[in-house]
C-alpha cells in the first residue's frame, strides 16, 4: 500500500502537471471556444480516456516499449502528426465558412470523442511521461508494485478530468463574450485549424527524449 506522504507527493506533481496546459488542453480550450461547453466535454471525455490508456499501459509496463524501441516511437509520433494534420486540413475546409452562421459546423459527439482519443493517444511523450513519473513513487517494499501503480493512474486520471474540466468550463465562459462579435464562428474555425496544424508540426519535429 503507498504510504499517504507518498500519494500526497504525488497528488502534488499531477497538480503542477495539470497546471501546466500541454497538447490536450490546448485541443479542448480551442474545441469548447470553437463549438461550446457541451463540446468540450465530450471531447475532455475522449482525451481522458487516452490518458488513463496510458496510464494503464505504464502501470502494466507497457509503456517501456516506446521507451526502448525507437521505431516504435517514432511510428506512433508520426501517425499523430498524420492525423492532426488531416484534423487541421478538414477543419480549415469544412462548409462552416459557406453559411452566414455565427457557429462553426457543429461536430457530432461519437466524433468529437474519437477525435480527443485520437489526440491523447497519438502522443508518445504521455506514454514517456507516465513511464519516468510512476517509478519515482512506487517501492516493492510497499507491496504489490502493480497495486500502487494502479493507484497513481486512478489518481492522475482523477485530477487531470477535474483540472482539464476547469479549462473547458473557463473556456465555455470566454466563448459567451466572443460570440456576440461578428465573425467569431468562421475566425474560431481557422483557429480550431491552426491548433491542430500547430500540434501536427510539435509532435512531427519533436524528437525522442
Known sequence: MLPLDTWLLFCLACIAL????????????????????????????????????????????LSALLATVPVAYDIVRWAGAIYLAWLAWTTWRSQGDKTPSMAPTQIQAGQLFRQGLLTSLLNPKVALFELALFPQFVSPAHGSVLAQSLVLAATQLALAIAGDSLFVLAAAHMRRFFTARPGWGRWSKRALAGVFGGLALRLAWEQKP
Open 18 to 61: 495539470v497546471a501546466t496546459p500541454g497538447p490536450n488542453v490546448l485541443y479542448l480550450v480551442s474545441r469548447t471556444l470553437a463549438q461550446g461547453r457541451a463540446a468540450g466535454f465530450v471531447s475532455l471525455a475522449g482525451t481522458s480516456t487516452g490518458v488513463a490508456a496510458h496510464a494503464l499501459a505504464a502501470a502494466l509496463g
